[in-house]
T-cell receptor, first 115, second 113 residues
Framework: DARVTQTPRHKVTEMGQEVTMRCQPI?????VFWYRQTMMQGLELLAYFRNRAPLDDSGMPKDRFSAEMPDATLATLKIQPSEPRDSAVYFCASGLDRGNQETQYFGPGTRLLVL | GQQLNQSPQSMFIQEGEDVSMNCTSS?????WLWYKQDPGEGPVLLIA?????ELTSNGRLTAQFGITRKDSFLNISASIPSDVGIYFCAGQSVSEYGNKLVFGAGTILRVKS
């Protein structure tokens, strides 16, 4: 049963610290998405990769957030320095881009609390 | 930007009742997806719709892709306690940035047994 995996599942840190979240997409998928979920904003798209190339990161605060795909089996989302307003659940999703039909499968999320 | 209006915001129903929720948009989408999220978990895909007018079932769930491509509904028949959760619709459109999903705000479903 192929699934998207994310680590860590939970993270508590202090303001100013660096946070790194990792995602392993489903084998064979060629797209990876990072989302942030909060009560106030719902699910927001932060970044989007296809074939490891960043396509759209317009939803991501550029000054402190960065997203990369070092290889096809690993995507990372970093926050440096972290701030209390970054507290949220961060989801990674992967999919197979087949033109205009694509279904995204979500990981279990990383619950981040910045004190 | 694109927005989805999902309704109702929440529902509290009796076990065994049927449930209906829908999403509308002023934008056209080429794919509609319905997800369910349980507490502490990520959204799980329930149904994917790829063609206008398409009606698709998955067990007790039925969803339709509106003819205008601007709306979709999800029905759950004979609800059971494990149907509790948050249901999200998502519309997908093709842009210069590829396939991006826009999510509704979610429908919170509670079931009384």
């Amino acid at each position: 049963d192929a699934r998207v995996t994310q680590t860590p599942r939970h993270k508590v840190t202090e303001m100013g610290q660096e946070v790194t979240m990792r995602c392993q997409p489903i084998l064979g998928h060629n797209t990876v998405f990072w989302y942030r979920q909060t009560m106030m904003q719902g699910l927001e798209l932060l970044a989007y990769f296809r074939n490891r190339a960043p396509l759209d990161d317009s939803g991501m605060p550029k000054d402190r957030f960065s997203a990369e795909m070092p290889d096809a089996t690993l995507a990372t989302l970093k926050i440096q320095p972290s701030e209390p307003r970054d507290s949220a659940v961060y989801f990674c999703a992967s999919g197979l881009d087949r033109g205009n039909q694509e279904t995204q499968y979500f990981g279990p999320g990383t619950r981040l609390l910045v004190l | 930007g694109q927005q989805l209006n999902q309704s109702p915001q929440s529902m509290f129903i009796q076990e065994g009742e049927d449930v209906s929720m829908n999403c509308t948009s002023s934008s056209i989408f080429n794919t509609w997806l319905w997800y369910k999220q349980d507490p502490g978990e990520g959204p799980v895909l329930l149904i994917a719709l790829y063609k206008a007018g398409e009606l698709t079932s998955n067990g007790r769930l039925t969803a339709q892709f509106g003819i205008t491509r601007k709306d979709s509904f999800l029905n759950i028949s004979a609800s059971i306690p494990s149907d509790v959760g948050i249901y999200f619709c998502a519309g997908q459109s093709v842009s210069e940035y590829g396939n991006k999903l826009v999510f509704g705000a979610g429908t919170i479903l509670r079931v009384k047994s």
